[in-house]
């Protein structure tokens, strides 16, 4: 004789903590976003930093900096100030970045950014005005925080592309390099168009080789010396350093000028990749 079976269903209200968590942690995005949406106590534990880390928060004006102020965002890595109208890291096309943020947001955005310290990349940061005017200690504190910078000074005269006005004060540039040196989240740093002529060139070495990956363009005449070129190919010769890709891009002088080929040599043999191009020939 067969015997029936009853399926009873139980509420996720009386399932332990730690089990409701465990399953909340391997749930995608999407499916986080509507598990909180299902009653009071799965939006009280889905409001953990934790499971939010994966969100990028676009900020165009200065109500959004009120969403970093939101309990579940205190984990964030990213933050979007492109206005989400291109979709990549590297903006090439005019209007990307709203006015506010390009020309006074980036202050208060900075002082907020202070109180996340999970914050890794800032996309369209390169775009935006006021830096000049922040306080050193503070945007010390965050760029290097972060995993991509872009340290970009550079102006178009196409109307396509949009200016790169990020230029540091001497003394911000000098404490910036000084932190890199010593210990830094960046991964990747970008350097165009800084008055690197006020750092020494043991410092711009030490920096610089600090770093995995790294694309020094000179925009201007002598951004970047032959001295700091040749103090940063001696520490890669003389030390293991964390730098393991190269690309110096140069209008004006040779990136290798007069070096001692020895020391070339050795230097270019502990990177996995250096390539240099003179913009102004096209020769690699």
């Known amino acids: 004789m067969g015997q029936s079976h009853s399926q009873s269903q139980t509420h996720i209200s009386v399932l332990p903590n730690e089990v409701v968590v465990s399953i909340l942690q391997h749930l995608p995005p999407q499916e986080i976003k509507s598990a909180v949406l299902v009653c009071k106590s799965l939006r009280e534990m889905g409001e953990k930093p934790r499971f939010w880390t994966w969100a990028v928060v676009t900020v165009n004006t200065k ?24 979709g990549g890291t590297h903006l090439n096309r005019r209007g990307g970045v709203s006015t ?23 996309r369209g940061l ?30 178009y005269d ?21 932190a890199v040196a010593e210990k830094t989240n960046l991964k990747f740093l970008q350097v ?34 032959s001295e700091q070129f040749e103090a940063l190919y001696a520490i890669i010769a003389a030390e293991d350093r964390p730098l393991r890709k190269l690309t110096c ?36």
């Open 158 to 178: 196409e109307e396509d592309f949009e200016d790169m006005p990020l230029r540091l004060e001497a003394e911000q540039l000098e404490l910036l390099f000084t």
């Open 100 to 122: 506010w943020m390009k020309e006074e947001g980036l202050a208060d955005l900075f002082q907020v950014i202070c109180e996340i310290p999970t914050v890794r990349r800032i």
């Open 63 to 86: 109500d959004d900096l009120q969403k970093l102020k939101r309990p579940r965002l205190q984990m964030v890595q990213e933050i979007d100030v492109t206005q989400g109208s291109h």
């Open 126 to 155: 390169e775009f935006c005005k006021g830096i000049q005017g922040i306080e050193p200690d503070l945007v010390v504190s965050v760029l290097n925080s972060l995993e991509e910078l872009n340290l970009c000074y550079d102006f």
């Open 192 to 225: 165009s168009g800084q008055e690197m002529d006020e750092i020494s060139p043991e410092l711009f070495a030490a920096a610089v080789s600090n770093v995995e990956e790294v694309l020094l363009k000179e925009h201007f005449k002598e951004d970047i010396t």
């Open 249 to 284: 891009l140069s209008y004006y002088i040779d990136p290798m000028g007069d070096t001692d080929p020895d020391l070339l040599s050795k230097a270019f043999n502990r990177l996995e990749e250096f390539t240099t191009v003179n913009c102004g020939s096209g020769e690699q």
